[in-house]
């Protein structure tokens, strides 16, 4: 409502400097956030728990498919589980197995 009440007055310099503030607040939340928090952990290999043997997370490789595995379980959780299978889960009362997957 605030935008739009910005561009219809003739301070289209205004409008322009507001809207661009909420888009770099909004990008600074996000990167704050716990989700890209993880996947920077796992990019940058500075939280290495090596959960498989097979799996160098020091690598290149092993980071990506770290990172990988974050974004997919957040994805599934919130777009393709039930809401109450993933009350569950988060809930430690169910485990999802391969939930990356």
Do not use: C, W
């Not at 939340?29 to 997370?57: I, W, Y």
């Amino acid at each position: 409502m605030v935008e739009a009440g910005l561009m219809k007055t003739r301070r289209q310099d205004v409008a322009h400097a507001f809207i661009t503030y909420r888009y770099e607040r909004q990008k600074a939340r996000e990167q704050r956030s716990p989700f890209m928090q993880k996947v920077g952990e796992k990019l940058t290999a500075s939280n290495v728990e090596n959960q498989n043997a097979n799996v160098d997370e020091y690598s290149f490789g092993g980071r990506k498919g770290e990172a990988d595995s974050v974004l997919m379980k957040k994805y599934a959780l919130d777009n393709l589980i039930s809401p109450k299978a993933r009350y569950l889960h988060d809930n430690n009362e169910i485990y999802i197995h391969d939930l990356d997957s």
